[in-house]
């Protein structure tokens, strides 16, 4: 599978961006599905993680309640929504894929990375 994301840019706090992976093949509904972010300085962490069938969903705690994961298998391509969004939200944002039944928050368990799109939120 090949991850491609977008919907990134610019927005102030309190704003909303959503941002898109989709995925190559045809194979996409076996792969459970996570969302990734780095800020400048910073190690890459967690933010959310779907699994293949949309059944299981977990978050970073800082982002619960203002981010939600989705994903359409007939699309092939998993959504972040993000609202509320806070300065510190500030990072690249990156999808990845793990063999299903495995995602999780440890960035090891993914075996396909997107290229990124930058989110930058200003106050």
């Known amino acids: 599978v090949q991850l491609q994301a977008s919907g990134g840019g610019l927005v102030q706090a309190g704003g909303s961006l959503r941002l898109s992976c989709a995925a190559s093949?045809?194979?996409?509904?076996?792969?459970?599905m996570g969302w990734f972010r780095q800020a400048p300085g910073k190690e890459r962490e967690f933010v959310a993680r779907?699994?293949?069938?949309?059944?299981?969903?977990s978050y970073l705690d800082s982002v619960k309640g203002r981010f939600r994961i989705s994903r359409d298998n007939a699309k092939t391509t998993v959504y972040l929504q993000m609202n509320s969004l806070k300065p510190e939200d500030t990072a690249v944002y990156y999808c990845?894929?793990?063999?299903?039944?495995?995602?999780?928050?440890?960035?090891?368990?993914?075996?396909?990375w997107g290229q990124g799109t930058q989110v930058t939120v200003s106050s």
């Open positions: 990845a894929a793990a063999p299903a039944y495995s995602g999780s928050s440890n960035s090891r368990t993914y075996h396909t």
């Open positions: 093949g045809r194979t996409f509904s076996s792969y459970d």
């Open positions: 779907i699994s293949w069938n949309g059944g299981i969903t």
